[in-house]
């Protein structure tokens, strides 16, 4: 496959903005997403490990980690629409070839995932008291959390199938014959996808120190359980470290021949030193984790070394892409439409920031309430404006719609 070939592939149409703007906004929309899915993958690992236990702290955290996991479920859905619309638009040949070559597992990932978080809200309606009360179903929960873990392996090998140009006529009609069935996964990497597997462990950690810091204020939260969890949190950032750290290193000792020496690009040494840094941060810190700045601090860090991740994955991409099948993302044809582009910024930025804010507040305040959460009337008409904006931007998108339609 040249790149003739790959750029014939290409939408006739052109892209709406400059290709540059959808490459970034896909390297931050895709670390949001991961990132998202991380505390999702780690708060489920906690979920399991208390509700199978006796012990009450792990359990207490098991209740706490079941309200975390399905949010953030839904957190992970939205923000990974984003990441996959902007690969679609200036990597359109690699990602559809990909899709319809494993196109039955692309229709089962809705599937399975669709299941996946079924059995983790039925097991979520079945433990509402998982702190006090024995462990209904626990199975569900496992496999919940077992389906999450196949429908990112479909990911994986979709994202991983587009890099090999190469091979997409051999996987599409092996020895000349022609094999249109989509019911193959052609090829993956499990070192990668363990790598960003094994980050959760990370993420969890960071996440755990600002859990603790949240609900270090109020006056029902026994002293005990906080020096438990400040215990259980360094425990696992260590692991964590340790254990992404193992798996990057296989990541990028099994990179193709022409890729060999990305393992020592500025990039991967800057994820590595992050890695390393919030791994050993809680221990080098101490006491001070106790403090506002270290306690969410630290889950601020397992971002940022999240967001690197995320660009040194995009920057060998670039470099297979573009290095050893000559295809520039970057030379798409810019067809400019500035309504599209301006919607989207205000959406992201007006809207968007709006509705998170009202979220951020009324959870923040409820955490920091003994008892039940009363809003005040400021906030009150924070949530009541974000309603309105979403309800004008809804009828806004069936009018213009409806308006293209009819011209």
């Known amino acids: 496959m040249n790149a003739e070939m790959l750029y014939a592939l290409r939408d006739v149409a052109g892209v709406p903005s400059h290709p540059v703007l959808f490459l970034v906004l896909g390297v931050l929309t895709f670390a949001l997403h991961i990132l998202a899915v991380q505390v999702m993958l780690g708060a489920s690992g906690l979920v399991i490990w208390g509700a199978l236990s006796k012990a009450a702290y792990q359990r207490q955290l098991a209740q706490a980690m079941l309200g975390v996991a399905k949010i953030a479920v839904s957190v992970a859905v939205v923000l990974g629409v984003a990441p996959l619309l902007f690969v679609q638009v200036i990597y359109d040949p690699f990602w559809y070839t990909s899709n319809v070559l494993s196109a039955w597992w692309v229709i089962g990932f809705i599937v399975i995932l669709t299941v996946a978080y079924l059995l983790m809200y039925f097991f979520y309606a079945k433990n509402h008291h998982l702190a006090t009360q024995k462990t209904v179903c626990p199975g569900s929960m496992i496999l919940s959390l077992a389906l999450m873990l196949v429908v990112g392996f479909i990911m994986h090998v979709l994202t991983y199938q587009m890099l090999s140009p190469d091979q997409w006529m051999q996987w599409y009609a092996p020895n000349g014959e022609i094999d249109a069935s989509g019911r193959k996964l052609h090829d993956y990497n499990l070192w990668r996808f363990g790598f960003f597997i094994s980050l959760s462990v990370l993420v969890i950690s960071g996440w755990l120190f600002a859990y603790r810091h949240y609900i270090s204020h109020r006056t029902d939260v026994d002293n005990g359980y906080l020096q438990w969890l400040k215990g259980l949190a360094t425990v696992l950032s260590l692991a964590g470290g340790i254990v992404a750290l193992a798996f990057g290193i296989g990541w990028m000792a099994t990179l193709p021949d022409s890729q060999a020496g990305f393992g020592f690009s500025p990039w991967v040494g ?138």
């Open 270 to 407: 800057l994820a590595a030193v992050l890695i390393s840094l919030t791994a050993v941060m809680p221990k080098l810190i101490g006491s001070r984790v106790n403090a506002p700045l270290f306690g969410y601090g630290l889950f601020g860090l397992a971002a940022i070394t999240v967001i690197v991740v995320a660009i040194a994955r995009e920057v060998l991409r670039w470099n297979i892409l573009f290095g050893e099948f000559g295809y520039n993302a970057l030379d798409y044809p810019v067809n400019m439409d500035w309504y599209s582009t301006l919607l989207f910024f205000g959406t992201f930025v007006i809207i968007g920031g709006l509705v998170l804010s009202y979220f951020l507040t009324v959870a923040w305040q409820a955490g920091q309430t003994d008892g039940v959460y009363t809003p005040s009337p400021a906030v009150t008409r924070l949530g009541n404006l974000s309603i309105l904006l979403i309800t004008l931007w809804i009828i806004h998108f069936f009018v213009l719609g409806l308006w293209v339609w009819l011209r």
